[in-house]
């Protein structure tokens, strides 16, 4: 997979641009606050249809103006697709073929990206909602109809903790079971695919750890869930009992409250080297080789799923690595994965890496290729 061309029009700080992309390495060069990363952005934006780092997409449009746009052309299976995203204040609209996706789950896995970026070391040490973003972001370019269960999920998530909030007055039994009800048969769906995802990103990411480490660190990824009684292997139907009987023991504890407490939106992911909690108890180092070994492996898991290697973006996480995890990242080049690479010098680069690269110079929003 490749991204072969992208066009901003009023996007962040770019009032047009047009640029044509080596399929290779394509270093973006220039100091900070200038558009490498709002570039790098785009890119994300285009295959996911959000941003990784706002969930306002007003942020995106380019200040007084009343959309932004992004498009770009990828390489897929050896078919050349058109995409194209507009922004604006009633909403986000997405084209592929130039065809309009009346639903973003349609649009959503036609391009596949891997970004990696300093606050990604966060991954191991951040709060439990970083790391379930990562597993919804990642399922959804991999199993779309996962993001149409995930926002139904949400609607009714808003409907049942509206009602519980008026707990304390009166609540409707029955409005409530049926709530639940429609609740518990989305988290079903939803825990079945994030267990099964959790199980293979493990697979990857404890081989990769073990070269990293040069065979010292066992890892292992473990999904923490809400209900106690969901286990790794369960299908549906366990998934839909062990919610029915969990719910019932926290109704009133719910009611008193006045929220929902249990559910994929309270789960996380634990990670574990040598059978100790990294987060608790791992050095600074082990929590970046995690953390990298989750990445690269993330790589690999959507090679495997859909074929072809996604789409590397690297946003100025070169000059945090070590040598040692640098060179296991570098590598991650040689399978023939387009890179994108932001940096404020060359300096500590790979050689061989630039002299495969085409780069960019980026100053105030303007961007030119000073080698090709």
């Given amino acids: ?78 078919q050349s697709i058109p995409l194209e995203i507009t922004l604006s204040s009633k909403g986000k609209k997405a084209k592929a073929n130039h065809l309009e996706k009346r639903k973003l789950s349609d649009y959503v896995g036609l391009c596949n990206v891997v970004m990696f970026a300093p606050e990604d070391l966060n991954l ?15 399922i959804g370019q991999i199993a779309p109809v996962y993001i149409h269960s995930l926002g139904a999920y949400q609607k009714v998530l808003q409907q049942r903790n509206a009602l519980l909030r008026g707990a304390s007055r009166h609540v409707d039994s029955t409005l409530l079971d049926i709530l639940t009800e429609k609740l518990i048969a989305l988290a079903a769906e939803i ?47 366990k998934i839909i009992q062990a919610y029915q009987a969990s719910y019932e023991r926290q109704k009133k504890r719910e009611m008193d409250r006045g929220t929902t407490l249990i559910g994929p939106h309270r789960d996380d992911l634990s990670f574990f080297v ?58 991650v080049f040689k399978q023939k994965v387009q890179t994108f690479v932001t940096t404020t010098s060359v300096d500590g680069l790979d050689q061989s890496l630039l002299e495969r690269a085409t780069l960019f110079q980026i100053h105030k929003g303007k961007v030119e290729c000073v080698k090709q």
């Fill in 1 to 78: 997979m490749k991204l072969e061309s992208i066009e901003l029009a009023q996007y962040r700080n770019y009032d047009s641009l047009e640029l044509s992309f080596s399929d290779s390495v394509n270093v973006f060069l220039g100091e900070n606050a200038q558009g490498k990363t709002n570039l790098l952005e785009a890119i994300y934006v285009l295959a996911i249809a959000k941003s990784p780092r706002t969930t306002h997409d007003k942020d995106l449009i380019q200040w007084a103006q009343d959309y932004g746009k992004i498009k770009g052309r990828i390489t897929k299976h050896d």
């Fill in 124 to 138: 191991v040490k951040g709060s439990p909602s970083v790391r379930r973003r990562f597993i919804d972001m990642e």
């Fill in 191 to 237: 825990i079945s695919r994030r267990l099964v995802f959790v199980q293979q990103l493990n697979a990857w990411a404890s081989s990769i750890q073990q070269e990293i480490s040069n065979g010292r660190e066992e890892l292992s990824i473990v999904y923490q869930s809400s209900v106690p009684d969901v286990l790794e292997n369960a299908d549906s139907s």
């Fill in 274 to 331: 040598n059978e100790k909690d990294v987060q608790a108890f791992g050095s600074q180092g082990q929590q970046r080789t995690t953390a990298l070994s989750v990445k690269l492996a993330e790589i690999e898991l959507i090679k495997h799923e859909v074929g072809e290697y996604p789409i590397l973006l690297l946003d100025d996480v070169l000059s945090e690595l070590d040598d040692i995890r640098k060179t296991h990242l570098l590598g």
